[in-house]
């Protein structure tokens, strides 16, 4: 039993993956959880959990990633290259009833991608709930899940977690508009919103993320601006890479097209789907430690809570 009240349900059962794993608490208080951080642990045992989950589950996370939310986005990439190919090639309407049938493409076209952008979000959220959901029940089991379980799992908590997605992007914009810095301050506080959502039903996820992120405010900024900050730069890459397929493509001073442009953009998507794992799973460990701050944790609580 855990020394310091500290009790973590679950270990000793039968099968029980928690058995046996090694670096607990430097002090010997605490066993290993395969996600849970210990309190007060530090920055060392919070990133070589992030190592120990991504190699447990990052082919799971990965295909899902990349089924859920790098296809979708590439996908819509493309019609917008598609569309917007469309009226690079009828750049001009010279009579009154030309402009008028123009304007009402353009806005069929806006109508067109405004639902696949809602669409897109969506099926991202989906692809979240599935990933929060395979990398607990890998750790609760040790074993690798199916696809068709994690995705059966994320449509079902997929619609709360996509309007979720749409208020808090939206408060990140106003932010972002209002003078970035309360942009980047709201992308901090609000980025443990989705699991909040999937494990502590009838709270408010924006409310609780604030309060999450602000349990131990330095240590948390520094973790979660480090994965931002990996992300950011990757994409970055991916942006630079795509740029120069792009004018190589086009011709060295010639003008980009826009389906060429939009199929950069897709690969870009695609390729960017371990940016995303890299996040999911950075994020999940961060919010299982803050959780382990105020109450008793462990996996097998996580997992009961799906």
């Given at each position: 039993m855990?020394?310091?009240g500290?009790?973590?349900?679950?270990?000793?059962?039968?099968?029980?993956p928690?058995?046996?794993?090694?670096?607990?608490?430097?002090?010997?208080?605490y066993?290993a959880?395969?996600?849970?951080?210990p309190?007060?642990?530090?920055?060392s045992?919070?990133f070589?959990?992030?190592?120990?989950?991504?190699?447990?589950?990052w082919?799971?996370?990965?295909?899902?990633m990349?089924?859920g939310?790098?296809t979708?986005?590439?996908l819509?990439?493309?019609?917008?290259?598609a569309?917007?190919?469309?009226?690079?090639?009828n750049?001009?309407?010279?009579?009154?009833?030309?402009?008028?049938?123009?304007a009402?493409?353009?806005?069929?076209?806006?109508l067109?991608?405004?639902?696949?952008?809602?669409?897109?979000a969506?099926l991202?959220?989906?692809?979240?709930?599935a990933g929060?959901?395979?990398?607990t029940?890998?750790a609760?089991?040790?074993?690798?899940?199916?696809?068709?379980e994690a995705?059966?799992?994320?449509?079902?908590?997929?619609?709360?977690l996509?309007?979720?997605t749409?208020?808090?992007?939206?408060?990140?914009?106003?932010g972002?508009c209002?003078c970035?810095l309360p942009?980047?301050?709201?992308?901090f506080?609000?980025?443990?919103?989705?699991?909040?959502v999937v494990?502590?039903?009838?709270q408010?996820?924006v409310a609780?993320s604030?309060?999450?992120t602000?349990?131990?405010?330095g240590?948390?900024?520094?973790r979660?601006?480090?994965?931002f900050?990996v992300?950011v730069?990757?994409?970055?890459?991916?942006?630079?890479?795509?740029g120069?397929v792009g004018?190589?493509?086009a011709?060295?001073g010639?003008?980009?097209?826009?389906?060429?442009?939009?199929?950069?953009d897709a690969l870009?998507?695609v390729l960017?789907a371990?940016s995303?794992v890299?996040?999911?799973?950075?994020?999940?460990?961060?919010?299982?430690?803050?959780?382990a701050?105020?109450?008793?944790?462990?996996?097998p609580?996580?997992?009961?809570?799906l």
């Open positions: 855990p020394q310091h500290y009790a973590v349900p679950g270990y000793g059962a039968p099968g029980y928690g058995q046996g794993y090694g670096g607990g608490h430097p002090g010997g208080s066993p959880d395969p996600l849970v951080v309190p007060g642990a530090g920055f045992a919070w070589a959990k992030l190592q120990e989950v991504g190699r447990r589950s082919r799971s996370a990965l295909l899902i990349l089924l939310a790098a979708p986005s590439a819509l990439s493309l019609l917008s290259g569309t917007n190919t469309v009226q690079f090639m750049p001009s309407f010279d009579r009154p009833s030309d402009a008028f049938t123009g009402g493409t353009a806005v069929a076209s806006a067109i991608m405004l639902v696949a952008v809602f669409g897109v969506f991202t959220a989906a692809a979240w709930a929060i959901w395979a990398l029940r890998e609760a089991t040790g074993q690798q899940v199916s696809l068709g995705f059966r799992y994320g449509f079902r908590r997929a619609l709360p996509w309007g979720w749409l208020l808090v992007s939206l408060i990140v914009v106003v972002i209002a970035i942009g980047v301050y709201f992308g506080a609000l980025s443990l919103y989705a699991f909040v494990f502590e039903r009838g408010n996820p609780r604030f309060r999450l602000h349990l131990d405010f240590p948390t900024l520094g979660v601006a480090l994965l900050a992300v730069a990757y994409q970055v890459v991916l942006a630079v890479l795509a120069l004018v190589t493509g011709g060295i010639g003008p980009v097209s826009p389906m060429l442009s939009a199929v950069t870009s998507a960017g371990p995303d890299l996040l999911l799973v950075g994020l999940y460990v961060t919010y299982a430690e803050l959780r701050r105020e109450v008793p944790l462990s996996t609580q996580l997992h009961a809570l």
